[in-house]
């Protein structure tokens, strides 16, 4: 799945313009503790967290993540959506909280592995 | 580019917003030397979470590479409050990371556990009160593990 599809079927709301949403999606994972994200996140997923300070988006570069969605409507630093610009990774909010997020991500066929 | 290769990154305790960069400067070296894939993905982790222990704990550090045709090697030097008992550590889930930090989603004691499964060799020595050595090798005669 594209990120843009995923971002169409969950009304994501997205921080970053210009990033590239033509990416593939290949799974998904959900965390607030960034050594968790590193360690076992795949590659390619998109990634569900409340953390919205910059250094998330080092992790999700580093990892090769395909976007960020930040759940319940937080809403991501300055700092953050400068650094995600840069480095081309999407950050996306959502209303929904993780759990519920989550889930619909499940049911649109993504999975952790 | 194939012959050896060395650099350093200056590193500076609590500066969060530049924090990363030295790992993700390390990575695009990697990439233009053409190691394979997952050996940089291994470094990039490993190196990582390096990087934000030096940012967390320490006033400040050094990140040193050399990458020759057999290795990457990355020692990280610190003045930081060193650690009292590195097998302690090692545990995962063992972290004195305060609160602030770990409301950050740092300090979840993952770290140093997380360096050793990427890496091929982990060499921590530690002087309380002086700073922290953290040196890692990853085997590049070898494609994964």
Known sequence: MKLFELVESLSLDVKTPGADLTREVTGGYVSDLLSDVIGHAPEGAVWVTLQAHVNIVAVASLKGLAGIILANNRSPEEGTLRKASEVNVPVMTSGLPAFELVGRLYALGLRCR | ?145
């Open chain 2, 1 to 145: 580019m194939t012959g050896d290769e060395d650099g350093v990154f200056f590193l500076t305790g609590k500066d969060f917003a530049n924090a990363g960069s030295a790992s993700s400067n390390l990575k695009g070296i990697l990439e233009k030397r053409g190691i394979p894939a997952e050996i940089i993905r291994r470094a990039s982790i490993a190196a990582f979470e390096a990087e934000m222990n030096v940012i967390i704990y320490a006033v400040a550090g050094m990140m040193h590479y050399t990458i020759t045709p057999e290795r990457i090697k990355v020692v990280l030097q610190d003045m930081g409050p060193g650690i009292p008992d590195i097998g302690l550590a090692m545990q995962e889930g063992y972290s004195t990371a305060p609160d602030y930090i770990r409301e950050m989603g740092f300090g979840s004691g993952m770290g140093l556990p997380n360096i050793k499964r990427n890496a091929d060799k982990l060499t921590i020595n530690s002087v309380v009160g002086e700073g922290t050595t953290v040196e890692f090798v990853i085997s590049l005669e070898r494609s994964g593990r």
